[in-house]
């Protein structure tokens, strides 16, 4: 029962899923609708759990008196922004949106930015031309980089072209045989989810 | 000035502080991140979706079928209970079932034949030869080689797999340069508004 049924309808809502591609019948565009919508849902569920699990790791840590004020100030964080949403809504102008603005969104870029540090310090100690392989990532990496900022017109009038030749051909058929591979093989891991023989989601309780 | 800018200033120095070292400010505010990107999320979630989606049509659209996706959701919080986590599988099921029945139609198309098609290009036509069709189809069909496990990578094999390296390192050495400028792109805008909107240095 407890490892049956999760499977029964596992296979259930694939095949549905699967089989309503090939059906422009009205029946199968409702049927498909719902399911995605039921998806949504159960979606916003598990987000809901996963912030109760959040908040009761924290507060587990505060009672061991472990990192105190900055439990409390995420804690403070998740409890704020659905105050703001009930006493202002999530309009534009509203005091929701405006800690989104000013305080949400600056701090989210400035993590992004940080690393460009790290990357560039990382590149630097690892980037060696020990042998071929190596040798023209490192060359392609250069011209890329070199060839994307307005110092390479200057350089020459073919940088930036060599640039975009190399994005488009050459690091293009890599990426779309990369794809080609995720492609295949998300098809292959999908047909043995819905068929129960890949079951390790079942895992964990 | 516009107290907005003070505060998104004073977070943007604040964070900007851990390339000295990990430091208290630093871990203060990222608290504040993380806590404040959840609240925002469950906020936005619960008023697209379940308010849009399930409360009001359920409640007040005469919509009672939607009571299985409410249940459904509910036995998710059964995680918290060690008798009946695995009511919690049943969800869980429904989701990667019916996520694995979408993604195969959308996988075959937009990853496997649309790449496919793509790669497929005139070799020689009113315009002239085209390398870069020739260029395409060696380092699609070389990595391919690259990637295909079943046979050993000897002979023709091995020296398409090996060719097909080369291709690979063009495009990590290409993807690379192009996540650092994307970065290094975004760090000139905080130091752009740090100098011109916070400390008003420029402009």
Known sequence: MKQRLPVIICFLAGAIMFLQYFSPHPVARSVYSAILDYWQIIFAFTLLVGVAAYVKSNLKQISRGQDIPYRLVAIAGIILMPILAIIGGIKIDSPFLWVFENVIAPMQATVFSLLAFFVASASFRGFRARNLQASILLGTALIVLVGRVPIADMISEYFPKLTFWIQNYPSMSARRAILIGIGLGSMTTAFRVILGIERTYLKGE | ?203
């Open chain 2, 1 to 203: 000035m516009d107290i907005g800018i003070i505060i998104a200033g004073i977070l943007t120095l604040a964070i900007f502080t851990f390339l000295y070292r990990d430091n208290p400010i630093y871990r203060l505010v990222e608290h504040l991140l993380i806590g404040l990107s959840i609240g925002y999320a469950l906020v936005i979630y619960w008023q697209t979706t379940l308010v849009d989606i399930l409360f009001r049509p359920l409640f007040t659209g005469g919509k009672p079928v939607l009571l299985i996706p409410l249940v459904l959701g509910l036995l998710m919080f059964s995680r918290f209970n060690s008798r009946l986590s695995w009511l919690s599988r049943i969800p869980i099921a429904f989701m990667i079932g019916a996520g694995a029945g979408v993604a195969i139609p959308a996988m075959l198309y937009a990853r496997t034949l649309k790449q496919v098609s793509a790669s497929v290009m005139p070799l020689i036509d009113d315009g002239g030869f085209h390398i870069e069709a020739l260029v395409v189809a060696l380092g699609l069909l070389s990595t391919l080689a690259y990637f295909y496990f079943s046979r050993e990578h000897e002979g023709l094999m091995g020296k398409a797999a090996r060719l097909g390296t080369y291709f690979l390192m063009v495009f990590f050495g290409a993807t690379f340069a192009y996540t650092v400028m994307s970065r290094m792109s975004t760090f000139i805008g905080r130091i752009d508004f740090l100098l011109t909107d916070f400390l008003r240095l420029i402009g």
